[in-house]
Nanobody, 119 residues
């Protein structure tokens, strides 16, 4: 059974920091590209950051220079360090694991963790 479990969300004042973690089980973590998405009330889910199996990273323009994602394959964990948080970063943050093979694509999601940034 595949599980992605996020933690680290909470309430923080603008300008503050949070670090989200996502622990994966039931998959060979090292072969999965990992990503963080977020969804604010009334908005579509959007990609925040992703880290590939080779540690290449990509970020949404809105978080570049403030957020950093990393992974620890030995711990089956991906992280999202969020600095200089803004009220517009308020959303539910989701962890995503994705792996493509010649015959099937694997795509898993966590349950989400709430991040609230007060002004």
């Amino acid at each position: 059974q595949v599980q992605l479990v996020e933690s680290g969300g909470g309430l923080v004042q603008a300008g503050g920091s949070l670090r989200l973690s996502c622990v994966a089980s039931g998959i060979i973590f090292s072969v999965y590209d990992m990503a963080w998405y977020r969804q604010a009330p009334g908005k579509q889910r959007e990609l925040v950051a992703k880290i590939a199996t080779g540690d290449n990273t990509n970020y949404a323009d809105s978080v570049k220079g403030r957020f950093t994602t990393s992974r620890d394959n030995a711990k089956n964990t991906v992280y999202l360090q969020m600095n200089t948080l803004k009220p517009e970063d308020t959303a539910v943050y989701y962890c995503n694991a994705r792996h493509s093979s010649p015959f099937v694509n694997y795509d898993y999601w966590g349950q989400g963790t709430q991040v609230t940034v007060s002004s």
